[in-house]
């Protein structure tokens, strides 16, 4: 571990994890800004052609399966590998993908190359985010600003990303945006690979070795069978459709909600917790709820949104008309402005015993989803009287999910870090990814309910997700006070 400080007083190994994700995130982020409008671009204009149904259920398949894939990236990096090596070798992978990416070619190609950034994600993820951990050993308010700063680096990044991704991949050429974001990656790992020392000896060793421990690797096989014979079933029995993406979509939603829950049951009655341990992992169960309700919500930036911005906003300005992904700016924008604050009001509130509880945060974010989302009924009810709505309602949207975000995403970072029991640490930090996994499969899957033949369901739709937000907001809120006990010492 290294004790050497840099920026504002904080470990310089973060400013190597910092520059790290800031350019996975830039070739991710802006990759997936053009993704789901390039599936749905007409063959004649070099897309894939794809319908809003089928286009949907890939985009939440592919994004599901980037977070998703944290799971096996955790265990094989608290088993095998250490995070050290899993951040190196993910990386790699995820450049190989937007190579293929960039080759214009059968949609076969293209589907490998989101292959290869899913399984590289999988592996980088979880683990950049378990050293920031690392760096902070005492934990405390200060952890929770590393990561605030840490977070401010990827959403530099997906700025980045958006800004110059979606004007090429939309105003010159598709594949050229998709190479771009493999020039980004590699750039990321020359910089990790020079600032590499700085992180001293956080991240070497797997942790599962550090407690004399080892996982089953049965277990994760099992999982991976399970998922395949739960799949298999559910066609079989006639729940779900194999011949569609959309019911692949849907099935492949039911059976990670099933394995997390038989995984934390897992962990609770077989995983040799102690009773403090097992009432801090049921803590990072409620979070993990949290945490997918508002990524269902948030994350259709990419999709519902996105799709939104392009058929039904007017986005000219002195008559250019400005890429689609420039709208999602906002969002990493707002966050770069706002995440220093953020992170210094909680450690002056701290200072003065008044810091939120993580429940209570949690709520505080999924209200201010509700609350863009209402913007986006009164913006869709202008489209239903046959107009086009002005871009403000989408930046007001893309700003109250931000400062949601920042109420909700860093913090639980941070508390899963803080929470996990040791010899499950990556592997918790997983689970808080799947839950973003989940999140994004059902973002997509409702992106494939807007029909361009009947906007007058649009209010409605987004009316849905501002009811499950504030219902779900509330009862984080009457929880709060009941989880303390839970909670314990942890700050």
């Known amino acids: 571990m290294t004790n050497t400080t840099g920026f504002l007083g904080h470990p310089k190994g973060l400013t190597t994890l910092f520059f790290t994700e800031m350019w996975e995130r830039m070739s991710y982020y802006g990759m997936r800004a053009i993704l789901i409008l390039f599936m749905t671009t007409e063959v004649a204009k070099e897309g894939l052609g794809l319908d809003i149904a089928t286009a949907g259920a890939v985009y939440g398949l592919y994004t599901a399966s ?21 951040i190196w070798y993910g990386g790699i992978l995820i450049m190989v993908g937007h190579i ?56 530099l990044g997906s700025f980045l990303g958006y800004l110059i991704i979606p004007y090429l991949g939309e105003k010159i050429n598709w594949h050229l945006g998709f190479g771009f974001a493999a020039i980004g990656m590699l750039i990321g790992l020359i910089q990790y690979k020079l600032t590499e020392k700085n992180l001293g000896e956080a991240g070497i060793q797997p942790k599962a ?27 079989y029995f006639g729940i779900i459709n194999l011949t569609s993406a959309v019911g692949v979509a849907r099935a492949t939603g039911i059976l990670i909600v099933a394995i997390t ?17 097992k009432k801090r992992v049921g ?80 709520a505080f974010g999924l209200l201010l989803l509700a609350a863009g989302f209402m913007m986006m009924v009164f913006a869709a009810r202008i489209v239903t ?14 700003f109250l999910h931000s400062v949601g975000e920042l109420t909700l995403s860093p913090v639980g970072l941070s508390a899963t870090t803080k929470l996990a029991p040791k010899k499950y640490y990556s592997q918790m930090m997983g689970i808080w990814f799947v839950a973003t996994a989940l999140g994004n499969l059902f973002a997509g899957l409702f992106a494939g309910n807007f029909n361009p033949e009947n906007v007058q369901e649009m209010p409605n739709l987004f009316l849905s997700v501002v009811s499950v937000s504030v219902g779900a907001g509330i009862v984080f809120i009457i929880i709060s006070p009941f989880t303390k006990k839970w909670i314990g010492d942890i700050k």
Do not use: C
């Not at 829950?261 to 403090?276: Q, V």
């Not at 046959?386 to 930046?395: D, H, I, T």
């Open 261 to 277: 829950l038989t995984y934390f049951a897992y962990i609770l009655i077989a995983g040799g917790l102690t009773s403090t341990e």
């Open 100 to 155: 293929v990416l960039a080759i214009p070619g059968s949609p076969l190609i293209f589907f490998l190359g989101l292959g290869f950034v899913a399984f590289g994600t999988g592996f980088l993820k979880p683990n950049i985010s378990s050293i920031v951990g690392d760096l902070y050993p005492e934990g405390g308010a200060r952890r929770d600003a590393g990561f605030s700063i840490f977070y401010m680096g990827i959403n």
């Open 209 to 235: 070795k550090e407690v004399s421990s080892k996982s089953n690797p049965l277990a994760t096989i099992g999982t991976v069978g399970i998922f395949v014979i739960g799949i298999l079933l559910l066609q």
């Open 283 to 362: 803590i990072i169960f409620l979070l993990f709820i949290g945490a997918a309700m508002f990524w269902s919500g948030f994350e259709q930036a990419g999709s519902s949104l996105n799709l939104f911005a392009r058929d039904y906003t007017d986005r000219f300005i002195f008559g250019w008309e400005m890429p689609t992904g420039w709208l999602q700016t906002v969002n990493p924008l707002m966050i770069i402005l706002f995440a220093p604050l953020v992170g210094a009001l909680w450690v002056k509130l701290a200072a003065r015993n008044l810091n939120p509880s993580i429940p209570l945060k949690f």
């Open 385 to 398: 009287e046959g107009g086009k709505a002005g871009m403000f309602w989408l930046v007001i949207t893309y």
């Open 66 to 86: 980037v977070y998703l894939l944290s799971l096996p990236g955790g265990w094989v990096a608290d088993n095998l590998i250490g995070q050290r090596k899993a």
